[in-house]
């Protein structure tokens, strides 16, 4: 049977093509019939520029409806759909374009000349644009080509998609996605948040990352739901389309931004039947913060680009602010320690690795990585540290990387970042670890303060004298106005410890 992840959407195409499947804030609406009549067509484009099963098909435009059918149509030829950051510059992209070897390259209208010459350069045999407006190459050529019917029958493993990472800890690496691991992530996840084609979906993430293309769009499309597209987040712009809305997936940074709206109460969310959360971690006073205004406990998860979502807080059942809930239905989830790979007993802090159908392909061109990433029996090395409490629930508390190894001793970052939130004055803070003499490294905090009476460094680590061993102190706090957070909310420590290198020196 033909595997293709487009064929898990169909039924949905065929059902209702009257209903809206997208609409945007201002006001421009998508039917299901408008969305597959113009990712045929797109299909129609992409056969004539020799895009074949298994070939790439890097993109890096605006947010835009155009740019879901041009996934679709991706799917629909087997082809290998691989969105690029829109924030990458013209170095990074021909990065990209060298390690990837598409046989297209959709960029925006307005970068084409610049593109035209990234491509030439790394041997990219085409280059067409699709803009914000409907408009760009791709979809000129789209008005005067025939909708191309036939799906690609491909296997469950054969890839649908190459994602690559944030870049959190270091180089992006690029994610191989099969066909399989997608749908069956998107069928766990529609079912375990119960979502049907009631729903309608606000949609404020970028859709070069998993959360906002696959979590957000392959769920709408497997449930027949609908959404809303919008550019970026706008808080007050949230608010006043919940009303419409049944359901909003978001970063932490949504959640701390609609809590400094006033408008936030329980009155603007009454229509809204889930708040979910997840890429970076969502402060239990967050949580705690949001639920007291509308009554609703957001629903935190935990995924990443390689593995999808894992684990999920219970749609029934308790949210537990500070944890990423228990493992999706078909994911195992295991606790090892970091060295010898033993796995640990329950409470113990260690490795998270885990295994099951969401789990990707490997890294693409990076067979070593690959293999060092994985243990023999399958599981993959998140290179997360968690721990799985007396009822199961994950907690994630930090990246291994962000470990903080002084005087030989481990430092969670997490356990000294809580402390310090907890401070009067303090909004929030980073740990990290940077070079010292003595210590190897020591532990260092990065503080954003509340405005007001704010705190110094002497009266924080007074503060933190009595409460954690003396190896967890900070050595020194540093005070900034925000801390350095990518698009998806992700604090940037490599960042933090490359200002900070001189610290102790
Ligand atoms: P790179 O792998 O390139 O360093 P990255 O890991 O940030 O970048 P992503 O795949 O976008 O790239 O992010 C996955 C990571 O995000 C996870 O490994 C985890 O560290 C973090 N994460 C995702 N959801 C949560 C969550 N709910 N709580 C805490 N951390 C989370
Ligand atoms: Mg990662």
């Given at each position: 049977m033909n595997q293709n992840l487009y064929l898990q959407f169909f039924d949905n195409f065929q059902r209702n093509p009257g209903k809206i499947l997208l609409d945007t804030a201002e006001g421009k609406q998508y039917s299901y019939a408008e969305v597959l009549a113009t990712a045929r067509r797109l299909a129609g484009v992409l056969k004539s520029l020799g895009v074949a099963p298994g070939d790439r098909v890097a993109v890096q435009v605006d947010k835009s409806p155009e740019a879901v059918m041009l996934y679709l149509a991706c799917l629909q030829m087997g082809g290998v759909y691989l969105p690029l950051n829109t924030a990458y510059t013209g170095e990074e992209i021909a990065y990209f374009l060298g390690d990837a070897e598409p046989r297209l390259y959709v960029c925006r209208p307005q970068a084409m000349a610049e593109a035209g010459e990234l491509a030439r350069h790394s041997g990219v045999p085409c280059v067409e644009s699709l803009g914000t407006a409907a408009d760009g190459s791709l979809m000129t050529m789209a008005a005067r080509t025939q909708a191309y019917l036939p799906v690609a029958e491909v296997e469950a493993d054969a890839l649908a998609a190459i994602l690559y990472t944030s870049g959190t800890t270091g180089r992006s690496k690029g994610a191989m996605l099969s066909h399989g691991n997608l749908a069956s992530n998107s069928r766990v996840l529609t079912e375990a948040w119960q979502f049907s084609a009631e729903d309608h979906l606000l949609h404020a993430l970028p859709i070069f990352h998993t959360h906002g293309l696959f979590v957000a769009c392959n769920i709408i499309l497997t449930a027949g739901a609908s959404m809303t597209f919008l550019p970026r987040l706008d808080a007050e712009q949230l608010i006043e389309l919940m009303p419409r809305a049944t359901v909003l997936m978001g970063v932490p940074t949504f959640y701390t931004r609609l809590l400094q709206s006033p408008r936030l109460n329980r009155e603007a969310v009454a229509g809204m039947r889930l708040f979910i959360s997840g890429s970076a971690p969502l402060p239990a006073e967050t949580h705690d913060e949001f639920r007291t205004r509308t009554g609703h406990a957001i629903l935190e998860r935990y995924g990443m680009t390689e593995t999808n979502m894992n684990s999920s807080n219970p749609y029934h059942g308790e949210r537990r602010a500070g944890t990423v809930g228990l493992p999706l239905p078909g994911t195992e989830i295991r606790i090892t320690d970091r060295a010898s790979g033993a796995e640990l007993p329950r409470g113990e802090t260690g490795m998270v690795e885990l295994r099951g159908p969401n789990v990707f392909r490997g890294y693409w061109r990076m067979p070593e990585k690959t293999r060092a990433e994985f243990r023999d029996d399958g599981f993959f090395i998140t290179g997360d540290l968690g721990v799985i409490d007396q009822d199961g629930y994950l907690h994630i508390v930090g990246r291994d990387k962000d470990l903080v190894i002084s005087g030989g001793y481990n430092v969670y970052p997490k356990e000294v970042e809580q402390l310090i939130d907890e401070?009067?004055?303090?909004?929030e803070s980073a740990v990290i670890g940077v070079p010292h003499?003595?210590?190897?490294?020591g532990v260092t905090a990065v503080v954003v303060a509340m405005g007001g009476a704010v705190p110094d460094e002497a009266q924080i680590l007074a503060a933190l004298h009595g409460r954690l061993a003396r190896y967890k102190q900070p050595k020194r706090v540093f005070f900034v106005d925000t801390l350095p957070r990518n698009v998806m909310g992700k604090v940037q420590k490599k960042q933090l410890r490359e200002t900070y290198a001189q610290a102790y020196s």
């Open positions: 401070l009067p004055g303090v909004l003499p003595d210590l190897g490294e």
